[in-house]
């Protein structure tokens, strides 16, 4: 089998280094991998099957010979370099949202819309969605195909390895240092986050709503390919470490009972139904971390509208939010098109 050369962009943070983990556990064919970060590492290295890999310096010249290039260093680096290393021929899934809302870039959810994948052509890149939006379209698409979805009402419950490792050390630290009846060191985000829910991700814009909430509303149309469907999103910080949960409240356009929902999604790839009210079985972020799938529970039919569904969906956030995506893009990418 061909071997591909592989770099990851932001190795040594939350995302790249759960990249290089996934690469090796889904046995992706690299050649050789290239481990890419700031300055601030110089002298690191990571474990890539069984080898240490020294990490290196970002740099203009990181990307000759690579042929897939992983980027997870923030949207400013990758607007800088993402051009750069298309130019040198190597071809980005970038998980940032630098490049998500370019009309001839695709985002893609490999569940979803894979077919998308052929237009890395257009510029080389490939955008890797959200972590909300991620989880919530692996198991919205199913019933959109089945019923077409009219609107969407999405309020998500977020975990703090979303904003990286420097947060997740925060809210260690600020648990510890509440329960030791210290001060909390606040850095990270603007308010403290242990024992408490942030109604904002992202920063404000104009209309009042969070970025992360547009990135939600726009990036579920664009991978949904569907501009009609109205979606309004709440995004919140909670005190969890991995998995980000979503209650999420859809309309159809044609009525469907939860019954035949829990029927589609039992089906649907990438999706793992727990649902026993009986049992007190529902998706959980603690099951949810380290696992693949992306849980859906607690279905019920919205009893205030003629056609509509409740629902409550939970996912790794750093894997499929994040690094696994972008190695089922590389995947998809190299088994088709390569
Ligand atoms: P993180 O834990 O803070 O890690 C950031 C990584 O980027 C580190 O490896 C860091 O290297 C590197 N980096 C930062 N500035 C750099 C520069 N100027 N040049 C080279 N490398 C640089 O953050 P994270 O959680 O992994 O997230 C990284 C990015 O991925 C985010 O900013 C976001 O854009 C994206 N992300 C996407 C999703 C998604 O939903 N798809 C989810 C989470 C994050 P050092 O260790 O040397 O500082
Ligand atoms: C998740 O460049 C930055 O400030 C990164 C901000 C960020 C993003 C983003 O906008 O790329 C942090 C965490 C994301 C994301 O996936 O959208």
Redesign the pocket.
């Given at each position: 089998m061909k071997g591909y050369n592989v770099a990851v962009?932001?190795?040594?943070?939350?995302?790249?280094?759960e990249m290089v983990k996934v690469l090796e556990q889904r046995d992706f064919p690299v050649k050789k991998l290239k481990l890419?970060?700031?300055?601030?590492?110089i002298g690191?290295e990571l474990t890539f099957r069984g080898k240490t890999i020294p990490?290196d310096?970002?740099n203009e010249d990181s990307f000759n010979g690579i042929e897939i290039g992983l980027f997870?260093?923030?949207?400013?680096?990758?607007e800088k370099f993402a051009p750069i290393a298309a130019a040198a021929g190597c071809i980005v899934i970038d998980?940032?949202?630098?490049f998500r809302m370019v009309p001839d870039i695709p985002l893609v959810v490999p569940e979803v819309n894979p077919e998308a994948i052929a237009l890395y052509k257009n510029k080389g890149i490939i955008a890797?969605?959200?972590?909300?939006t991620?989880q919530m379209v692996v198991a919205l698409k199913p019933i959109h195909d089945a019923v077409r979805i009219k609107r969407i009402v999405v309020s998500t419950y977020q975990a703090v390895?979303?904003?990286?490792?420097?947060a997740i050390e925060e809210l260690s630290q600020q648990t510890r240092a509440l329960l030791n009846f210290q001060d909390p060191v606040v850095k990270v985000y603007p308010h403290q986050i242990a024992f408490n829910c942030l109604p904002q991700i992202d920063v404000f814009l104009e209309n009042g709503y969070t970025k992360e909430e547009m990135k939600m509303v726009n990036e579920t149309k664009k991978i949904l390919n569907d501009q009609t469907i109205a979606v309004t999103a709440t995004t919140v910080r909670v005190p969890v470490f991995y998995g980000h949960s979503e209650s999420v409240n859809i309309e159809t356009q044609k009525k469907i009972t939860a019954r035949e929902v829990r029927e589609l999604l039992s089906k649907a790839p990438g999706v793992l139904v727990v649902d026993d009210p009986a049992e007190k079985k529902y998706p959980l972020a603690i099951d949810a971390a380290g696992r693949d799938e992306t849980f859906v529970g607690r279905i019920r039919e919205d009893e205030s509208i003629p056609s509509g569904i409740n629902m409550w969906i939970v996912s790794d956030?750093?894997r499929k939010?994040?690094a696994l995506?972008?190695v089922q893009i590389a995947e998809i990418l190299a088994n088709q098109y390569l």
């Open positions: 962009v932001g190795a040594t943070g939350a995302v790249g280094n890419l970060a700031s300055e601030r590492s690191r990490v310096v970002l997870s260093a923030g949207g400013s680096v990758s998980n940032t949202s630098a890797n969605p959200n972590c909300s991620i390895s979303g904003t990286g490792k420097k956030n750093i939010g994040a995506n972008a």
